[in-house]
């Protein structure tokens, strides 16, 4: 199929169809927009909203696994998001996704997360459950639909972003309400969810038409991009920053000690003995660095390992998709994304790994501590004097709140901050900022 098809009058039609599945609908807005550059598409036009938001820039300041200003090198949400994005595209547009759908969705999977990261995410939890809680992936649609300054509809309200429905939908990592998503081991629901109690309106919009509880090809490329990215980097950060003691990976009672910390942290569909067997088959392979200094060389051959351990889990997925969904363009409900056993238990161990020697650690530190009272203060402060000290946008919000839903509104502010600025705010509306950062 060609990238453009021929409509009635000969002429190429004014965007590419990648797979058949992206039809009129697909391309339908929450709040409908004129087209204005007939050589751009939809989902061009979505990505370019994204490139530009705010909400993106801000993850230059927001924590991965260390925080931005623990050194130079040091991944940050922003690149990680960059990375997950390089690896999404090249995977959907292999596939037959349109490969602006998934940029876009990586783009924006991690936009949600509040400073100091999962521990910020986990403390924000904690302080809002009044209100519902608080998930970083149902912020990220809150933030795309609704925080995120573009378009106003003309009854005045926000509509954030207003992306395309596929965009949209492909940013669902968890397409379900809270207590609604499949049932772990322990027979109770996953934690994770997508949305608000708030946001229901425009996540039953988005998600007309779509399977229950089922993500669209493109949040499944999304998902794996992240996985890969975050396994395969967080190891190469942990072992650049000296964190893995590669000498004493060889050892059958040190490997068993990550798979432990694989299954507590991760509890991965797999068994014991496939992450055993997967962490073993990466150590023997010949692209494991199992040694490492200072030198460019040694750089050098530590991004190599990454750049094959992208490709090797790529590859495999593409081969098992295509093994059961044919020769064609997927995209959209048309497919699932197929991960190999052995491919899912080779990423999650990487990411025990770097739980183990990184993660893990880190979770008693006196800093960890810090930042979840610095939120813990903020939220505080900031309830206690009302929107005086809120930016504007989210003074208006206070102002059209109801009383009882003015701590989404202090929540949706301290979300926003960086790392950085919430240390800032803390040390001027709380009067000390905490000598552990």
Known sequence: MSSYDAGASGQRSLWPRPAAAYGERDVERW????????????????????????????????????????????????????????V?????????????????????????????????????????????GFEGNAQTLRLLTRLEPKVVTPEGRSAGLNLTRTSLDATCKYPWRAGDGPLGSDGTPTRKYGVFAEDAEVFSWLREGAPQGRRC???????????????VHDV????????????????????????????????????????????????????????????RADLARLKNMTSQLIG?????????????????????????????????????????????????????EPVYLAQRTTLFDLVDA??????????PPFAADWHAAEESSRLRVVVDQVASLTDTSAQQWHARLCGMLSEAF
Request: aromatic share 6%; net charge negative.
């Open 31 to 86: 709040h409908h927009e004129p087209a204005k550059n007939p050589h751009r598409t939809p989902f061009e036009r979505d990505r370019a909203r994204l490139v530009h938001s705010s909400a993106l820039r801000r993850l230059g300041a927001k924590t991965q696994v260390l925080g931005p200003s623990s050194d130079d090198f040091v991944r940050t949400r922003l690149t990680h998001s960059l990375e997950v994005a390089q």
């Open 88 to 132: 999404g595209r090249e995977l959907g547009k292999a596939l037959g996704c349109d490969p602006d759908v998934v940029d876009t969705a990586c783009l924006a999977h991690d936009l949600g997360h509040p400073p100091f990261g999962h521990n910020g995410e986990r403390a924000l939890d904690e302080v809002s459950g009044d209100v519902g």
């Open 217 to 231: 090809l493109e949040a499944q490329v999304m998902d794996l991009a992240d996985d890969v990215a975050y396994s």
């Open 236 to 295: 190469e950060d942990a072992i650049v920053g000296g964190r893995v003691p590669l000498h004493l990976l060889v050892s059958d009672l040190e490997q068993s000690r990550i798979v432990a910390q694989t299954r507590d942290w991760y509890d991965p569909p797999v068994s014991d003995d496939e992450l055993g067997a997967a962490l073993a088959r990466i150590l023997a392979s010949p692209m494991w660095v199992g040694s490492y200094e200072t030198s």
């Open 312 to 364: 090797r889990f790529c590859r495999a997925a593409e081969r098992a998709t295509r093994e059961r969904f044919g020769d064609g363009p997927l995209a959209r409900y048309e497919a699932d994304l197929e991960v190999p056993p052995g491919t899912l238990a080779e990423i999650v161990v990487l990411k025990g790994l770097a739980a183990f020697y990184v993660m893990a650690p880190r979770e008693h």
């Open 382 to 391: 900031l309830m206690a004097s009302g929107p005086a000290e809120l930016e």
